[in-house]
């Protein structure tokens, strides 16, 4: 049969030439792949570790006015999502049909189905979201900790507390002022243009604009412009898909090296799409999460509180956004508030 | 290889150029610091961006090529000045003109003509500009170049060994699909890569031509007919394009002769793979396929491979007269690793 059939005997020899990649995961040396984590060769929880009682505290200071400025976007079906992924809510109304209701006070309840995959909308990418080969966060050989339905390491329900102080860095003043904004004609607000590359001078420059100083524990967050698409949906999904500004590697690791906890903007990506070299998948995913430990929210509401920092000339705040304990997950969405 | 004359002459003008701009910018600017890096004014002449020309007879567009140069210089200390020459040689002489008169530092050059590039190359040695050809040599520049025939003898070996494999007991033709008849070497030698890569897996196997004069509905008619004289035979199939190689694909198909075929392409561009979502034809989704692989040009890496080479030139350091694109086939099992999807996140 084999002479007989060729596209069978290109599948067989695809599977010789695969070997055991195929079902079971490639063991990799995660030492030389992956940096220990600053946490302890057992931490699974990664930037997270900083926000101490003293970290929060401090940050609380933050809360001048109690003005809260919304950060993350209405999750609703139709937002801009890829491929083959999909949210569908279903509610579940049944007793509000006349006879449906229950006992003599006649209660009703709704409840909800929400199908979806969960890095979507507005959402945070845990340590079980990146590696490279099976290799993650704290060299862990994820190959061994994977099951059909979750991750037996690195799940989210490992996190701790993420109340701190955020910081907003406007990059369309950045690139305003440097002279150097190239925008998208499908923005209909000022937006750096997909594949514009965020360098570790630029967040500097924002970051001076405010006489903000990072400190250890802050989340940061970059103001792009890009979330106008988003917020266009459905119209401009497909430009919003197709590129991003965002960070370089060298800005990651700069980042990386302030000791924040969390990088977050208004792209679906975080990092420059195309990438510096386009030979790379996603490097700026593997610098942040994998090798550091930092947490990257994606379609964050940005323009909001950036038009609040450019009013009060105060880029800084209170922080509040909570993570599910969703055992064995690799991310969620989450709603994100700026508390003036 | 060493630097060419030419470069070496230029090379030490630049130096003496960026040393007196370097002192003139310490003296002169008290914000500058040593940190800053020199930036660089380089030109790209591409060969063509017309709509629907397609570059070197493979699938990719002018358009491609020329993103890929934005991309690239996104971070590195170029001013980018992008030209078009149309694929006209009166017009890319005069884009070499126009990119004298901006004063640049560095002329890429992607233009086919022999006696245009002769004078381009003469007036940007006058002005003391140094060039990088792309393609297509123009005299005492450095070269960076695809490799035709190399690729050419990929395809080749892949089908050859495939049919070694698979059908050592069978009768196998080879077949060669698609603007045969095209008298330039960017084709003659692909050609000739191919024949040579066959019969060094299948010494007595000579490949037939099958013309279709580049358009891909055509090769689907052609293969058609040539296929329905191949009764009882399997037939190795090398395209000298991804779209032949999808429409041949498709002729496969409608004639049922799926398990008697299998192709290998050229060019490796985007009509033959793309995303996680997309689905396309060379796919890790897909392994089954009988369009084995397509052999990578980069076309749209370009800008990633020269500029590089570029900046080595401004800096004043030698570089090879001519380096070449590192071909490979690209297939089910490595597609992903080479075109990083993003479709996802």
Known sequence: MKDTHVVASIALSILVVLGNVGGAHAQADCKSLVKASPFGPDDQTGATNRITAAVTKAAAAEIQTGVVIPMAFNLVDGVPLFGTRFTKTMLTSASLVPGGEYGKNKLTYMEDTYLSQSHVGTHIDGMGHIGIMDCYYNQTPMGKFVTQNSIKKLGLENLKSFATRGVIVDMVKVFQEAGKLKTNPACRTPCLDGGTLITDADIQAGLKMYNVTLREGDVVFLHTGWGDLFQQFPAQNATYNKAAPGLGKAAASWLAGQKVVAVGTDTWVVEVIPSEDTSEAFPVHAILLTDNGIHIIENVRTDLIAAEASTSKRATFFLSMTVPKAVGTTGTFVNIEAIR | ?345
């Open chain 2, 1 to 345: 290889m060493g630097l060419t004359e030419f470069g070496r002459v230029t090379a030490l003008r630049l130096k003496r150029r960026h040393f007196l701009l370097a002192i003139l910018a310490v003296t002169s600017s008290s914000r500058a610091t040593s940190a800053e890096p020199q930036r660089f004014r380089v030109a790209f002449a591409n060969l063509n961006e017309e709509p629907g020309a397609r570059i070197e007879g493979l699938g990719f567009t002018g358009a491609e090529i020329r993103r890929s140069f934005e991309l690239a210089s996104r971070a590195l200390p170029f001013d980018m000045i992008y030209y078009d020459n149309g694929g006209d040689p009166e017009k890319a002489l005069g884009n070499a003109k126009d990119a004298i008169s901006r004063k640049i530092d560095l002329l890429i050059e992607f233009n086919s003509d022999p006696a245009a590039n002769a004078e381009i190359g003469r007036e940007l040695s006058a002005a003391g500009v140094p060039v990088l050809a792309v393609n297509y040599r123009i005299p005492g520049a450095p070269l960076y170049s695809a490799d035709y025939r190399e690729a050419g003898r990929i395809a080749g070996q892949a089908l050859g060994k495939f049919a070694k494999e698979n059908w050592s007991s069978q009768t196998v033709v080879g077949a060669i699909l698609g603007d045969v008849s095209d008298p330039s070497s960017v084709v003659t030698e692909r050609i000739q890569g191919v024949t040579e890569g066959l019969k060094q897996e299948l010494p007595e196997l000579s490949p037939v031509r099958l013309d279709s004069a580049g358009h891909p509905v055509r090769a689907g008619g052609v293969l058609a007919k040539f296929l329905a004289a191949q009764t009882n035979r399997k037939l190795v199939l090398a395209t000298l394009d991804d779209p032949t190689a999808l429409a041949a694909k498709s002729a496969v198909e409608s004639a049922g002769r799926i398990s008697d075929c299998v192709i290998v392409s050229q060019g490796a561009d985007r009509s033959i793979h793309g995303g996680a979502s997309e689905r396309k034809e060379i796919d890790p989704a897909n392994r089954g396929s009988i369009v084995l692989g397509s052999v990578a040009y980069y076309f749209d890496r370009y800008g990633y491979e020269i500029l590089p080479i570029a900046l080595r030139m401004l800096q004043g350091a030698q570089v090879p007269e001519r380096t070449s694109t590192k071909h490979i086939l690209i297939s089910a099992k490595n597609v992903f690793v080479e075109y990083p999807p993003y479709d996802m996140n």
